[in-house]
């Protein structure tokens, strides 16, 4: 049995080898393990699509986007997506108005597209765009009709010809050059998942759709889905069935067979769509963890499912 561990003189409790405490130690290390990832992404545009439980919570609000202002600091462009559904069902409800959905989609008639246009908008996408802005980095917010940033087409369902959920749309084409010229010039898109039609009408499109095809367009090295679990997931119930890797094809079999369900199916049909576009890799991990962004960029293990070609 050995003794009592004998502190070395000079040397306080929890120190390393150079007298620094070891906390500091371990700062510098995972400095040191971030720098082949920052050098390797420099340059680079990262789609991240933004939603989920690090969209109403204040606290992780912030943390989220102090983590997007750093990845523009060290060389990276990373393009935001937001939608904003639990907002829109909120003042909705508030208007006395009652949400609808259909499989999954909101039912947008006229009235409740200027409420989305309202939320989107005039409330999410410049709060973010102020919040961006304070904490050091340069946003510019948009919408579909900036621009042309995001042309549209009313959404139509095969086989469901008496389907009609009024202004749903899907994306036509992205103006990537205009997304390109944004970051060239140092500045953070922040883009509302609003799409244009080509008589101007509005149309409400999903964030991740629209994240996906906005990969696509620019070429983007990643696409990142936040979201509120863990990422996809063998047994929805379980959350230590997590999937880390799954290859193009699993994906589409894993959509196709109805192997998931709910706002998962959306998430993995954008990863498809984005590597489609030639994407190299999409990665869907859980919001809710500190600082998701850079453990999945910048650490050797990463976190959540990797979608790869």
């Given at each position: 049995?050995?003794?009592?561990?004998?502190?070395?003189?000079?040397?306080?409790?929890?120190?390393?080898?150079?007298?620094?405490?070891?906390?500091?130690?371990?700062?510098?290390?995972?400095?040191?393990?971030?720098?082949?990832?920052?050098?390797s992404?420099?340059?680079?545009?990262?789609?991240?699509?933004?939603?989920?439980?690090?969209?109403?919570?204040p606290?992780?609000?912030?943390?989220?986007?102090?983590?997007?202002v750093?990845?523009?600091?060290?060389?990276?462009?990373?393009?935001?997506?937001?939608?904003?559904?639990?907002?829109?069902?909120?003042?909705?409800?508030?208007?006395?108005?009652e949400?609808?959905?259909?499989?999954?989609?909101?039912?947008?008639?006229?009235?409740?597209?200027?409420?989305?246009?309202?939320?989107?908008?005039?409330?999410?996408?410049?709060?973010?765009?102020?919040?961006?802005?304070?904490?050091?980095?340069?946003?510019?917010?948009?919408?579909?009709?900036?621009?042309?940033?995001?042309?549209?087409?009313?959404?139509?369902?095969?086989?469901?010809?008496?389907?009609?959920?009024?202004?749903v749309?899907?994306?036509?084409?992205?103006?990537?050059?205009?997304?390109?010229?944004l970051?060239?010039?140092?500045?953070?898109?922040?883009?509302?998942?609003?799409?244009v039609?080509?008589?101007?009408?509005?149309?409400?499109?999903?964030?991740?759709?629209?994240?996906?095809?906005v990969a696509?367009?620019?070429?983007a090295?990643?696409?990142?889905?936040?979201?509120?679990?863990?990422?996809?997931?063998?047994?929805?119930?379980?959350?230590?069935?997590?999937?880390?890797?799954?290859?193009?094809?699993?994906?589409?079999?894993?959509?196709?067979?109805?192997?998931?369900?709910?706002?998962?199916?959306?998430?993995?049909?954008?990863?498809?769509q984005?590597?489609?576009?030639?994407?190299?890799?999409?990665?869907?991990?859980?919001?809710?963890r500190?600082?998701?962004?850079?453990?999945?960029?910048?650490?050797?293990?990463?976190?959540?499912?990797?979608?790869?070609?």
């Amino acid at each position: 049995m050995s003794g009592p561990m004998v502190q070395a003189p000079g040397e306080a409790p929890g120190q390393g080898e150079a007298g620094l405490p070891v906390e500091l130690e371990q700062r510098a290390q995972v400095l040191v393990e971030a720098l082949p990832y920052i050098r390797s992404f420099a340059g680079k545009s990262f789609v991240i699509k933004y939603g989920g439980s690090a969209m109403v919570d204040p606290g992780l609000q912030q943390q989220v986007m102090t983590d997007v202002v750093l990845l523009k600091y060290v060389g990276l462009h990373p393009v935001i997506v937001h939608g904003g559904g639990g907002e829109i069902s909120r003042w909705m409800e508030r208007l006395g108005m009652e949400p609808r959905f259909v499989e999954g989609l909101r039912v947008t008639d006229g009235e409740t597209m200027r409420v989305v246009q309202m939320v989107l908008v005039g409330s999410v996408n410049q709060a973010l765009v102020t919040l961006i802005n304070r904490l050091g980095g340069r946003a510019v917010g948009l919408s579909g009709a900036d621009g042309d940033l995001i042309l549209a087409r009313k959404r139509r369902f095969p086989g469901r010809e008496d389907l009609d959920l009024g202004y749903v749309g899907e994306v036509e084409r992205v103006n990537a050059g205009l997304i390109r010229l944004l970051e060239e010039q140092g500045y953070i898109p922040v883009i509302s998942s609003i799409g244009v039609g080509p008589d101007g009408e509005p149309y409400n499109i999903n964030a991740d759709t629209v994240a996906g095809a906005v990969a696509a367009a620019i070429r983007a090295d990643k696409l990142i889905l936040l979201t509120d679990v863990r990422g996809v997931l063998q047994d929805p119930a379980d959350p230590a069935s997590l999937i880390s890797t799954l290859d193009l094809e699993e994906a589409r079999r894993l959509v196709r067979e109805g192997l998931v369900g709910g706002g998962m199916i959306p998430k993995l049909e954008a990863c498809i769509q984005a590597l489609e576009g030639g994407v190299p890799r999409a990665h869907i991990i859980d919001g809710r963890r500190r600082h998701a962004l850079l453990l999945e960029l910048f650490t050797d293990r990463g976190i959540g499912t990797m979608v790869v070609a």
